[in-house]
């Protein structure tokens, strides 16, 4: 019996690797957003899923808007919290994305390796990030 049991499971394929099947959060860490969209934010004595670190960056020219205002320049941004994204119909500071994909893709500046990243995934990784940005 137990002989059986063994060549069974020696027969099987053996699991996926874990990679293969990365969930959305992963996706999301393993490209680098998480480093601006702070999953969880301290707020008082509760953790908020903010998915913000709500500090400035430099997203580069293509989003410059050439206004200073305070200490930001033209290409700086706060970093937008990403709960509701699914909702959003127009997205950037001027609503000049419509898909999330658009917004990614128009981050430069400081988000430039992030942005790579998300370029190279595969297309299962890529829907897995999108669904798992649609679910905030
Ligand atoms: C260097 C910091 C930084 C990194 C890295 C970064 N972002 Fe952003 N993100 C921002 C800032 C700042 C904005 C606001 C830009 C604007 O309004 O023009 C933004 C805006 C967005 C928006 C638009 C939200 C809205 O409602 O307008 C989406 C979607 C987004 N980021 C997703 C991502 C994803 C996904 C990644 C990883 C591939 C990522 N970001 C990496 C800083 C960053």
Redesign the pocket.
């Known amino acids: 019996m137990m002989v059986a049991v063994t060549a069974y499971l020696a027969s099987l394929p053996p699991p996926a690797a874990p990679e293969s099947h990365p969930s959305g959060t992963q996706v999301?860490t393993a490209?680098?957003?998480a480093?601006?969209?702070t999953p969880s934010l301290p707020l008082g004595d509760r953790q908020v899923s903010l998915y913000s670190d709500l500090l400035l960056?430099n997203?580069g020219p293509d989003?410059d808007d050439n206004v200073i205002q305070n200490q930001a320049a033209g290409q700086d941004?706060?970093?937008?919290p990403?709960w509701g994204?699914g909702i959003?119909p127009r997205?950037?500071?001027?609503g000049r994305?419509g898909t999330?994909t658009a917004?990614?893709m128009a981050?430069g500046?400081?988000?430039t390796s992030?942005?790579r990243?998300?370029r190279s995934l595969s297309t299962t990784e890529r829907d897995v990030?999108l669904a798992f940005?649609r679910s905030l």
Do not use: P, S, Y
């Not at 941004?77 to 937008?80: A, E, F, K, N, V």
């Not at 997205?91 to 001027?94: E, N, R, S, T, V």
């Open positions: 999301f490209v680098g957003c480093a601006c969209h960056h997203l989003l941004w706060r970093t937008t990403l994204l959003r997205l950037l500071h001027d994305a999330i917004a990614i981050h500046g400081e988000a992030a942005v990243h998300f990030l940005l």
